[in-house]
């Protein structure tokens, strides 16, 4: 009873002093009032998109998201064989299980970078995705990697957590495969505490990716919803993605 009435006290005295101030309106990282573009993921995703020049960016919690976030956008079958490096850091072939795949190691060279006469030997066909790693910012070979993979149609995501802003043979690490991932964890180049972010061409991986991320399930219901995006507007069943003026058809949604 005496809370409640120096309560009322309090509430009279906040009156007589003007009043309650409005709340400002509140400005979220993701989700407010304004256009995508302007928020600060928004913002931060083009801005990635415009320094690898990759038509799509998607900002995440870690790097162990972005490359189990890479291979669900893959859509391969669950339980596939992924192969990656045995010198890495543990979240490589954690993220490979995070994506539901199973992780087969591939030894390392004299340089500590992924042994491409050991991967030759390796490239079964249970293999579905191949996880390079430029560890401690080295550019592991992708050119050599995927000169063995593309015929196979297997498919290159490049763990480039440790390696933002270098570069093999003039092109920045994390554009050269399939799709990139990058950690903005507190001891990496940019710094965010904890997050992570992909970037990829691939308009299909993007749309996968972002589903699996959960950024932007608001518009997301079953068949009939939309997922909206700046760069990507896609609808399921007759699923179909358009970015500046071009249409692509997207493949189903992998079950789980
Ligand atoms: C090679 C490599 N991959 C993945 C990760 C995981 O990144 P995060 O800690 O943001 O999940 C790290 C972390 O340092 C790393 O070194």
Redesign the pocket.
């Known amino acids: 009873m005496a809370d409640l009435r120096s309560r009322r006290r309090l509430h009279q005295r906040r009156r007589r002093a003007g009043g309650y101030r409005r709340h400002p309106r509140r400005l979220y990282f993701r989700y407010d009032h304004r256009p995508f573009t302007e928020t600060e993921a928004g913002r931060f995703e083009t801005a990635l998109c415009d320094y690898f020049d990759a038509r799509h960016a998607l900002g995440c919690t870690?790097?162990?998201?972005?490359?189990a976030l890479a291979l669900l956008g893959l859509g391969l079958p669950p339980g596939a064989t992924v192969l990656c490096p045995a010198f890495?850091?543990a979240?490589?072939p954690s993220?490979i299980r995070l994506a539901g795949h199973n992780p087969v190691l591939v030894e390392c060279n004299a340089d500590l970078n992924l042994d491409i006469a050991d991967l030759a030997g390796k490239l079964t066909e249970d293999v579905r995705a191949v996880v390079v790693?430029?560890?401690r910012g080295f550019a592991c070979d992708v050119d050599a990697v995927r000169a063995l993979t593309d015929p196979l149609g297997i498919p290159v995501i490049e763990?480039a957590?440790?390696a933002l802003g270098a570069r093999l043979r003039g092109r920045l690490l994390g554009t050269i495969g399939a799709a990139g991932?990058f950690?903005?964890?507190s001891?990496?180049s940019i710094n965010t505490g904890?997050?992570?972010f992909l970037v990829t061409d691939s308009a299909d991986l993007f749309a996968r990716a972002t589903v699996y991320c959960g950024a932007y399930e608001a518009g997301w219901a079953g068949t009939s919803a939309s997922l909206t995006h700046h760069r990507v507007t896609c609808a399921t069943s007759t699923t179909r993605s358009s970015a500046g003026g071009w249409t692509r058809s997207v493949p189903p949604w992998p079950t789980r």
Do not use: N, Y
């Not at 870690?62 to 490359?67: E, K, L």
């Open positions: 870690s790097g162990t998201t972005a490359i890495t850091f979240a490589t993220a790693v430029h560890m763990d957590v440790p991932a950690s903005t964890q001891d990496k904890e997050g992570g």
